[in-house]
């Protein structure tokens, strides 16, 4: 069963990793800065955070494949030049879903007006969970041999919803929890004693993001052993 105990003990758990995550969260610190900025440079931000983008996506799809194949380092060195194009084939591989969740997950929430905030909100949520589990399958799906093709297979995506929508909706709320303990109650100090303009909690959030991140690409990898590893070692025997 997939686990964010494991994901955490095989990833962060890893030599370098904090290094690694440090290092990923300076660029995310200053495109952050860019955008809150006072006269952000629109053009800038756009080609940034769209290389950024194929970077980090990379980044995660290497995570995951390295899960699968069991390979000695799971969170992977700066080969950008790979990272780049797995980021790619990744976005390629997930953008019909992510786009799906977004627009679908938007249209039906527009349709929940009972009334009363709190099931409103709830019943927001839960549309939300169906919608992310298009992009999780999707994801989990290409990950096993990085095909793009193969991410939009109708059967493998039927076989691998259920999973994704249920152990993606569990790992979302579980970290969820996890920051609003540990980093909720490091905002919290910050807040009373520095307050929230200061450049440190601000870097621990970037830092907490990628965590978060890499947390998820391994979780996501272990689900994807486990809906699809033995139907396809069955078929290799056969």
Do not use: H
């Amino acid at each position: 069963m997939a686990s964010i105990k494991d994901a955490y003990q095989s990833t962060i758990g890893e030599s370098f990793t904090g290094l690694k995550l440090i290092l990923w969260a300076i660029p995310l610190f200053w495109f952050r800065e860019w955008i809150f900025a006072d006269k952000p440079n629109i053009a800038l931000i756009s080609t940034v955070g769209a290389a950024f983008l194929i970077l980090i996506s990379g980044f995660l799809v290497e995570i995951s494949y390295n899960t699968i194949a069991k390979n000695s380092e799971i969170v992977p060195g700066a080969n950008f030049l790979s990272m780049g194009f797995n980021g790619f084939l990744g976005l390629l591989a997930t953008g019909v879903y992510a786009a799906i969740c977004y627009f679908g997950a938007n249209f039906a929430c527009g349709f929940v007006k009972t009334g009363d905030a709190a099931i409103d909100m709830t019943l927001e949520i839960m549309i939300w969970f169906i919608f992310l589990g298009f992009a999780f399958a999707g994801y989990i799906i290409f990950i096993r041999r990085l095909n793009v093709f193969e991410a939009y297979n109708p059967i493998k995506f039927m076989k691998a919803y259920p999973e994704a929508f249920l152990s993606g909706a569990f790992l979302v709320v579980k970290l969820a929890i996890i920051n609003a303990i540990l980093v909720g109650f490091i905002s919290y100090l910050f807040w009373l004693f520095l307050g929230f303009d200061n450049y440190l909690i601000k870097f621990i959030w970037c830092i907490t993001i990628m965590y978060n991140l890499v947390i998820g690409a391994n979780y996501l990898a272990q689900l994807s052993e486990e809906i699809f590893a033995f139907e396809e070692r069955l078929n290799e025997r056969n």
